[in-house]
């Protein structure tokens, strides 16, 4: 069998076209919401902390987002007195160097926290298309630990 430059060509392409969507494979089905960071993590109220948010993995899974929020929660064992704490609803900036990414910094509201587990909660709002072909908004999230002291 000879192999002629096209058929080389068309070969590579195949074997491209099929590696393509296991790009999609690298990223874990848990950061499909995106994947939040918080500098530092160990906080007291008034301290200011940055927050990173990645939706590279987002968009590999087709989650284009409209909105995100950012809260302070306890996760687990919640008494019913602390209610999530909105740091801020942000959109992302599609004009900007780095599409995908959201940063901010803000400080940590003067409320009154418990001696508990709290996280970092980035919610994403997103688009899905209904069975008529019309378009729904739908919500994700993934969360950080932090301490508060």
């Known amino acids: 069998m000879q192999l002629s430059f096209s058929t080389a060509i068309a070969t ?49 899974y087709g989650i284009n987002p ?4 950012y809260y302070i929660e306890v996760p687990v064992n919640n008494n019913g007195h602390e209610p999530p704490i909105l740091l801020a609803r942000r959109t992302l900036d599609a004009s900007s160097a780095t599409p995908l990414l959201d940063q901010f910094t803000t400080q940590l509201p003067y409320a009154t926290y418990f ?35």
Request: with cysteine; net charge negative.
């Open 115 to 149: 001696n508990s587990t709290y996280v970092v909660m980035l919610d994403t709002t997103y688009p899905v298309t209904g069975t008529d072909g019309s378009s729904y908004s739908v919500v994700g999230g993934v969360e950080i630990p932090i301490t508060i002291l």
């Open 12 to 60: 590579l392409a195949a074997v491209f076209a099929v590696a393509a969507p296991a790009a999609a494979q690298f990223c874990s089905e848990a950061t499909r919401f995106g994947v939040v960071n918080v500098s530092p993590t160990t906080l007291s109220p008034g301290d200011t902390f940055t927050v990173t948010a990645n939706f590279t993995c987002s968009a590999q």
């Open 66 to 69: 409209q909105y995100i929020d």
